[in-house]
Protein backbone atom coordinates (compact mmCIF):
# COMPACT_ATOMS: atom_id res chain seq x y z
CA UNK A 1 0.00 0.00 0.00
CA UNK A 2 2.22 2.13 -1.61
CA UNK A 3 0.78 6.22 -0.29
CA UNK A 4 -2.18 4.67 1.67
CA UNK A 5 -1.87 5.64 4.65
CA UNK A 6 -2.12 9.41 3.64
CA UNK A 7 -5.57 9.02 1.94
CA UNK A 8 -6.92 7.69 5.07
CA UNK A 9 -5.83 10.53 7.23
CA UNK A 10 -8.37 13.33 8.49
CA UNK A 11 -8.45 16.72 6.96
CA UNK A 12 -6.22 19.16 9.02
CA UNK A 13 -8.46 22.03 7.76
CA UNK A 14 -12.21 21.26 8.03
CA UNK A 15 -14.11 20.76 11.23
CA UNK A 16 -16.18 17.10 11.54
CA UNK A 17 -19.61 17.47 12.10
CA UNK A 18 -19.44 17.89 15.99
CA UNK A 19 -17.19 20.06 15.81
CA UNK A 20 -19.30 22.37 13.95
CA UNK A 21 -21.70 22.02 16.13
CA UNK A 22 -19.63 22.66 18.79
CA UNK A 23 -17.94 25.59 17.40
CA UNK A 24 -21.69 27.10 16.38
CA UNK A 25 -22.87 27.06 19.86
CA UNK A 26 -19.62 28.77 21.49
CA UNK A 27 -20.03 31.16 19.13
CA UNK A 28 -23.00 31.76 20.18
CA UNK A 29 -22.86 32.07 23.93
CA UNK A 30 -22.47 28.70 24.92
CA UNK A 31 -20.69 27.79 27.60
CA UNK A 32 -17.57 25.24 26.83
CA UNK A 33 -19.25 22.43 28.74
CA UNK A 34 -22.96 23.53 27.48
CA UNK A 35 -21.73 23.27 23.79
CA UNK A 36 -19.91 20.13 24.30
CA UNK A 37 -22.75 18.64 25.63
CA UNK A 38 -24.63 19.84 22.31
CA UNK A 39 -22.20 17.98 20.31
CA UNK A 40 -21.02 15.04 22.20
CA UNK A 41 -22.76 11.91 24.01
CA UNK A 42 -22.19 13.00 27.34
CA UNK A 43 -24.83 10.37 29.17
CA UNK A 44 -22.13 8.76 30.64
CA UNK A 45 -19.31 10.88 31.64
CA UNK A 46 -18.61 12.63 34.44
CA UNK A 47 -19.00 16.70 34.68
CA UNK A 48 -14.64 16.60 35.13
CA UNK A 49 -14.51 14.86 31.63
CA UNK A 50 -17.01 17.11 29.56
CA UNK A 51 -15.21 20.29 31.13
CA UNK A 52 -12.01 18.35 30.22
CA UNK A 53 -13.02 17.44 26.69
CA UNK A 54 -14.81 20.79 25.96
CA UNK A 55 -11.40 22.91 26.85
CA UNK A 56 -9.27 20.81 25.26
CA UNK A 57 -11.69 21.09 22.15
CA UNK A 58 -11.77 24.88 22.34
CA UNK A 59 -7.77 24.48 22.34
CA UNK A 60 -8.19 22.94 18.64
CA UNK A 61 -6.32 25.54 16.42
CA UNK A 62 -8.46 24.98 13.82
CA UNK A 63 -12.06 24.93 16.00
CA UNK A 64 -10.65 28.23 17.78
CA UNK A 65 -10.50 30.02 14.36
CA UNK A 66 -13.59 28.83 13.24
CA UNK A 67 -15.15 30.14 16.10
CA UNK A 68 -13.17 33.38 16.27
CA UNK A 69 -14.71 33.54 12.40
CA UNK A 70 -17.92 33.57 13.74
CA UNK A 71 -18.12 35.69 16.30
CA UNK A 72 -16.59 38.53 13.80
CA UNK A 73 -19.81 37.49 11.83
CA UNK A 74 -21.92 38.13 14.72
Same mark, same amino acid.
Given at each position: LVGGASTMKKSKTKLTHKQAIFSKAVASGES =??????LAY???NMK??? /???EG?? =????? /?VATTIDGMKADI
Open positions: =LVDAYKRTAPAS /IRRAR =LYANP /I
